[in-house]
């Protein structure tokens, strides 16, 4: 293969996520968008993003860690501005892709109906939701994807509500397609990139993105810790095409959820022994399998 | 021109429709659509309109009918929308988001109360609450003056000295409602007077930037301080616009403010909007029986034609102000603008009228004792709360 030398400087400004930015160390965010770089092949798209750690990454004014067309939006307006950034695309007859990069609380909270919205008309944007389940850019307090127990700066004795399943809200909106994304799990990340590049419509990425500051954990322990919230059987990874046809990419294999818990001072003292959390895994794979094999995806390729 | 029996709510319809329409050529038009009384009319005429390149959005809510039209007009369409009252309460994060970004969005407001307690009657406190938000206001008295203004503000605000949007209003009911002969603009016609749309900053796919991340105070001055300048240039663009429109359309639009007998008046009204045309009624019969009256239509609001009120005022003693609209512990907006613009004339008596707030009806009555008020005065008092019958 003839691979064209490249000097520091070019890779770097050509790269979607550049150095320099101001992500802590062990953010879920470099590697989710630096992988999103690489299933685009280097395609740049066009990002918008709303008020988020997402934004402050980009950096001040005029430099921009993207590199590429990024537009920061509300908080609650990603897809509004995305329907307006694709709608005009689409009338050019371009070929581009529009894509919402957001953390949960524009997500889950305060950008719902616009997202439902988006959803429902099945705008052509690729909707990313990079999850660290806490509101990281305001220091830490929980947004309704904060898992049930977990301590932020506003659940200072843990939170008492359980996490929003946002997926299946996602999915209830039969958009074309839906998937869970991990960093720990390149291939699967890269190739159901790829499947939503490829498709048309309102697509629905979730990252479970560890936040090493608001999860009080260690840096370097980030792409384990997702690993085993993967393993453990957490974090499910499937993806679902129309809202009806499942497909399950990992299943639990056994892994304790200890290890994903105790790497996470959130948890200290609330979940100590992660028996709390087996009953809500066991009840969330067995309405997962009932519906993967009632509505299989088989048959499609992916 | 085709002239046309229309509501309010049509005549804004078309001018946005052709306006939209007109940029088919370069990147096409988009909005967001999300109803309200009284504009609903203006949304479901766009949703009706066959456009060659162009897509209104059904939003669900306010706040994204304005994230919509942001987008539209940073991938470089032509964006437009329309809305009231607690629509464009709830618009307002996305209006100053609108204007921080340089877009030229046009929006129609038409005016209505503020709620709860819900009254869909005209008030313009709606819009002038977005008073401070960069955007250019126009308020408007008549179907022609909205159509006119319609296009005017689309002309002004892409032009590249400004790159604000506009804001046109126009009273709930009293114009959205009613019926006026209008000439329409045709297609052909607002072809010739709409340059294509064209966005500077428009995002580009091969331009690695960020619109709207962070800056610095140093940086943030900058941008309020360009903005302010690019509202300086506004009356200058907006005369150039007037006297391109006569040439393409064959006719004079109203400009800045319509300063009516005025060049030896005493006594100077101002008002805005419909209240406008009842008051001209008013000061006509009363310049007939020889009073020295003028009055002062105010339509540009933001910025605010201060050169132009000053020289409209150079023979006054005595200037009432028509508010409709209300600032609680302050009084009515367009006085707060007019006495501080009066502010170098201390020989100026300058009274508050607050009326016809929540819809009530300003009659030539009305105004003729509010005149009779201001002709009693020997100084200004607090603003006048005057009272119309249900
Ligand atoms: C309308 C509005 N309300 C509140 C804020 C303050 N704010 C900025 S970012 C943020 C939280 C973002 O949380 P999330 O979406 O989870 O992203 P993260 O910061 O965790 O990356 C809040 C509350 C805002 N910018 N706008
Ligand atoms: S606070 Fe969390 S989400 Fe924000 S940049 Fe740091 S690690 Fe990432």
Redesign the pocket.
């Known amino acids: 293969m003839n691979v064209a030398l490249r000097t520091d400087a070019e890779t770097y400004c050509d790269a979607l996520l550049r150095p320099g930015n101001t992500n802590c160390a062990g953010c879920g965010m470099s590697l989710g968008l630096r992988w999103l770089d690489e299933a685009l092949g280097g395609e740049k798209p066009f990002m918008v993003i ?5 934004i402050v990454t980009a950096g001040a004014f005029p430099t921009s860690a993207y590199g590429a067309p990024t537009a920061a939006s ?3 307006s990603a897809p509004a501005v995305a329907s307006g950034i694709s709608a005009v695309a689409d009338l050019n007859d371009e070929d581009s892709v529009t894509v919402c990069w ?6 889950y ?2 950008g719902i109906a616009t997202l439902s919205a988006a959803a429902e008309r099945n705008e052509n944007i690729l909707y990313i939701c ?1 999850d ?1 389940e ?5 220091g830490g ?1 929980r ?1 309704s ?1 904060t898992p049930e127990g977990v301590r932020t700066s506003t659940t200072p004795r843990g939170k008492s509500e359980r996490k929003k399943d946002m997926m299946a809200i996602m999915i209830a909106h039969r958009i074309p397609y839906a998937a869970t994304l991990s960093i720990a799990h390149r291939d699967d990340f890269l190739r159901k990139v790829r499947v939503a590049r490829k498709t048309r419509g309102f697509r629905f990425l979730l990252l479970l993105s560890p ?1 090493p500051t ?1 999860w009080k954990a260690e840096a370097e322990q980030s792409v384990d810790l997702i690993d085993a919230a993967v393993r453990c059987g957490l974090f499910p990874l499937y993806e679902v095409f129309d809202g009806v046809r499942y497909r399950i990419n990992v299943r639990p294999d056994g892994t304790p959820v200890d290890q994903y818990v105790a790497g996470q001072r959130r948890y200290t003292g609330i979940h100590t022994d992660g028996s709390a959390l087996h009953a809500r895994i066991d009840e969330q794979w067995r309405l997962l399998n009932v519906l993967a094999e009632a509505f299989p995806a088989d048959g499609r390729s992916a | 021109m085709p002239r046309a029996l229309v509501t309010g709510n049509h005549a804004a319809g078309h001018a946005l429709a052709v306006a939209g329409e007109a940029n088919r050529c370069a990147r096409g038009c988009a909005g967001g659509a999300y109803p309200i009384t009284p504009q609903t009319e203006i949304i479901e005429f766009l949703r009706d309109y066959s456009f060659t390149r162009g897509r209104i959005v059904p939003v669900e809510s306010e706040h994204s009918a304005m994230g919509v039209c942001i987008g539209a007009s940073l991938a470089g369409a032509r964006a437009f929308t329309a809305s009231s009252s607690n629509g464009l309460a709830y618009m307002t ?1 996305n209006v100053f988001a609108a204007g921080y970004y340089r877009l030229p969005i046009v929006m129609i407001a038409v005016n209505r109360t503020l709620g709860p307690p819900w009254n869909i009657w005209v008030d313009q406190g709606d819009s002038l609450a977005l008073r401070d938000a960069p955007w250019l206001q126009f308020y408007t008295e008549s179907h022609q003056d909205l159509v006119d203004t319609i296009l005017l503000a689309f002309r002004v605000a892409e032009d590249p000295r400004v790159l604000l949007p506009a804001l046109v209003a126009m009273d709930g009911f009293v114009t959205s409602h009613t019926q006026m002969v209008v000439d329409l603009p045709e297609l052909s016609q607002v072809d010739r007077y709409l340059p294509a749309c064209r966005v500077p900053h428009q995002l580009r796919r091969d331009h690695a930037v960020t619109f709207g991340g962070l800056t610095w105070p140093r940086e943030t001055e900058r941008h309020r301080r360009d903005i302010q300048q690019a509202m300086e240039q506004v009356p200058q663009v907006l005369a150039e616009a007037i006297d391109e429109f006569e040439k393409v359309f064959g006719r004079r639009p109203h400009g800045a403010i319509s300063a009516e007998h005025t060049a030896d008046a005493e006594t100077v009204l101002v008002a805005c909007n419909t209240m406008a045309r009842t008051l001209r009624g008013v000061v006509g019969a009363r310049r007939r029986k020889g009073e020295r009256i003028g009055m002062i239509k105010s339509k540009l609001f933001r910025p605010f034609p201060r050169a132009a009120i000053l020289a409209a005022t150079a023979a006054a003693k005595r200037v009432g102000v028509l508010d409709r609209n209300h600032s609680p512990g302050s009084g009515g907006i367009f006085w707060q603008e007019i006495a501080a613009t009066l502010h170098a004339r201390p020989d100026v008596l300058v009274q508050d009228y607050l009326v016809g707030l929540g819809g009530g009806d300003v009659t030539p009555q009305i105004i003729d004792e509010i005149i009779d008020d201001l002709a009693r005065r020997t100084a200004a008092a607090d603003p006048v709360w005057k009272e119309v019958a249900a």
């Open positions: 709303p008020a988020c750690c997402g509300t908080f609650a957001t953390g949960d609380g524009g997500t909270d305060i990079y660290n806490i509101y990281g850019n305001t307090q947004s994807a936040c608001g | 994060e």
